[in-house]
């Protein structure tokens, strides 16, 4: 049963990355996650968003991000598309390897991975889709390390 | 609130006070211009106090790494001061703890600069 739900389409700027973040952020804190868990939503929500306005449409203005936030219940779903180029979910390398640990970018996607409870991907061509979801009842306080 | 830096000196050290958000677009930029001016009048000794970053995201995290190569390949060091358990359990998560020089009390991190 969905309670909530809102879906926007956002131009491809850092202006959209900040609305939704900040709309994670203002939609977790209605739910029953603690500051931690609504900390975490809300950046794992800009990781994906910075993903598709930068990786994804590359900032083209013709291109929009498509973002939309569902309270299940007993979930928040989040699921962030872009128009571009598409994303190979075995072409992303791992950050915590040794040769990568000191590369300046590659950490979004293993910490939205850490932070949300399931992470899916799906291939739009072009774009990409990627769902997050986070159930409510359960903390990931600690989220371990290494966890992918 | 964007990134606010203020830099002092304090026995050869150049301590970077840094507050509020260093996410893409923000302060990575303003800190990455920021760690180049330095090098560039030589200051390789530098203490980047991170106690009122209020949030850091992994383009952020991408500019404390940059920094810290950046330093140490022209011979100097970067050190971090202060974590919030935000920035703490991040640099945890992403195996990079133990990269930096991580240290909670100002004066010991700058005694723990080589003379």
Same mark, same amino acid.
């Given at each position: 049963?969905?309670? +909530?739900?809102?879906?926007?389409? $956002?131009?491809?700027?850092?202006?959209?990355?900040? =609305?939704? *973040?900040?709309?994670? #952020? =203002?939609l977790a804190s209605k739910m029953p996650f603690d500051d931690e868990d609504c900390h975490r939503i809300a950046m794992a929500v800009r990781e994906a968003a910075v993903n598709a306005v930068l990786h994804g449409n590359a900032y083209d203005p013709k291109k929009k991000m498509m973002v939309s936030f569902e309270n299940t219940g007993d979930a928040l779903v989040i699921t962030i598309s872009d128009q571009g180029r598409g994303l190979r979910e075995e072409d992303i390398p791992d950050p915590?390897? #040794?040769e990568n640990l000191l590369k300046q970018s590659g950490r979004g996607i293993f910490?939205?991975?850490? !932070?949300?409870? *399931?992470?899916? !991907?799906?291939?739009? +061509?072009?774009?990409? *889709?990627?769902? $997050?979801? =986070?159930?409510?009842?359960?903390?990931? #306080?600690?989220?371990? +390390?290494?966890?992918? | 609130m964007t990134m606010k830096s203020n830099s002092r000196r304090v026995d050869g050290v150049t301590i970077m006070d840094l507050s509020g958000r260093i996410t893409l677009g923000e302060g990575s930029v303003m800190l990455r211009d920021q760690i180049r001016e330095l090098l560039g009048k030589g200051e390789k000794k530098i203490l980047?106090?991170?106690?009122?970053?209020?949030?850091?995201? /992994? /383009? &952020?995290? &991408?500019?404390?790494? /940059?920094?810290?190569?950046?330093?140490?390949?022209? &011979? &100097?060091?970067?050190?971090?001061?202060n974590l919030t358990k935000k920035v703490h359990d991040l640099l945890q998560i992403t195996k990079l703890y133990t990269v930096f020089d991580v240290k909670d009390d100002e004066a010991s991190a700058i005694r723990a600069f080589t003379k």
């Amino acid at each position: 049963m969905t309670l +909530e739900r809102v879906s926007y389409t $956002l131009d491809s700027t850092l202006d959209s990355v900040n =609305k939704a *973040e900040q709309t994670a #952020e =203002k939609l977790a804190s209605k739910m029953p996650f603690d500051d931690e868990d609504c900390h975490r939503i809300a950046m794992a929500v800009r990781e994906a968003a910075v993903n598709a306005v930068l990786h994804g449409n590359a900032y083209d203005p013709k291109k929009k991000m498509m973002v939309s936030f569902e309270n299940t219940g007993d979930a928040l779903v989040i699921t962030i598309s872009d128009q571009g180029r598409g994303l190979r979910e075995e072409d992303i390398p791992d950050p915590l390897a #040794e040769e990568n640990l000191l590369k300046q970018s590659g950490r979004g996607i293993f910490l939205i991975r850490s !932070f949300m409870d *399931e992470v899916r !991907f799906r291939n739009l +061509e072009p774009g990409t *889709e990627i769902t $997050l979801i =986070k159930h409510t009842g359960h903390s990931t #306080e600690g989220a371990s +390390e290494g966890r992918q | 609130m964007t990134m606010k830096s203020n830099s002092r000196r304090v026995d050869g050290v150049t301590i970077m006070d840094l507050s509020g958000r260093i996410t893409l677009g923000e302060g990575s930029v303003m800190l990455r211009d920021q760690i180049r001016e330095l090098l560039g009048k030589g200051e390789k000794k530098i203490l980047l106090n991170l106690g009122d970053v209020t949030y850091i995201d /992994s /383009s &952020g995290i &991408g500019e404390l790494v /940059s920094a810290f190569t950046t330093v140490r390949n022209q &011979g &100097g060091e970067l050190k971090l001061l202060n974590l919030t358990k935000k920035v703490h359990d991040l640099l945890q998560i992403t195996k990079l703890y133990t990269v930096f020089d991580v240290k909670d009390d100002e004066a010991s991190a700058i005694r723990a600069f080589t003379k």
